[in-house]
């Protein structure tokens, strides 16, 4: 019967850990120069237009980073090591993804714990509202509703 119960919870954490799986991991190989270039510049902020990625703008600014990500992919540098380039020379706010520390921490994990304290706080509610014994009317109460309606 414990089963039954935690069967479909389980299947919930399975599927969530498995979505942030998928959600995180890089993407595993971009082969050709075409394909790291486009991948690196995604991640980079445009400085000219900011709500745009070096990727998707068509700025001169954009067209300059592109083709400086294209030297150094060819030169051999690796993707860290270019994002870190830009990072170097243009600070943080480069970068279109927050990184994993300092302001960054709490953009990523504000919203987990925010899910994980509320989720906590709906099991415990719903621990408490199973555990209070259910209200049944009294004949008394009954009887006030009828006098109260006229049909007594």
């Not at 995180?24 to 050709?32: F, H």
Request: charged share 25%.
């Amino acid at each position: 019967m414990r089963l039954r119960r935690t069967a479909p919870w389980i299947a919930l954490l399975i599927v969530v850990a498995g979505a942030l799986f998928v959600a995180t991991r890089g993407d595993g190989g971009a082969t050709t120069v075409n394909e790291r270039v486009r991948s690196i510049a995604s991640e980079l902020r445009c400085v000219d237009c900011q709500s745009q990625s070096v990727a998707t703008s068509s700025t001169a600014s954009a067209r300059a980073f592109r083709a400086d990500i294209r030297r150094r992919v060819i030169a051999g540098e690796t993707d860290g090591e270019i994002e870190r380039a830009f990072v170097d020379r243009y600070g943080e706010f480069i970068l279109l993804k927050p990184t994993g520390s300092g302001l960054g921490l709490i953009v990523w994990g504000l919203p987990v714990l925010v899910l994980v304290f509320g989720a906590g706080g709906l099991v415990l509610a719903l621990r408490r509202w199973r555990r209070e014994p259910r209200l049944t009317a009294t004949e008394a109460d009954e009887q006030l509703v009828a006098d109260a309606r006229g049909d007594g």
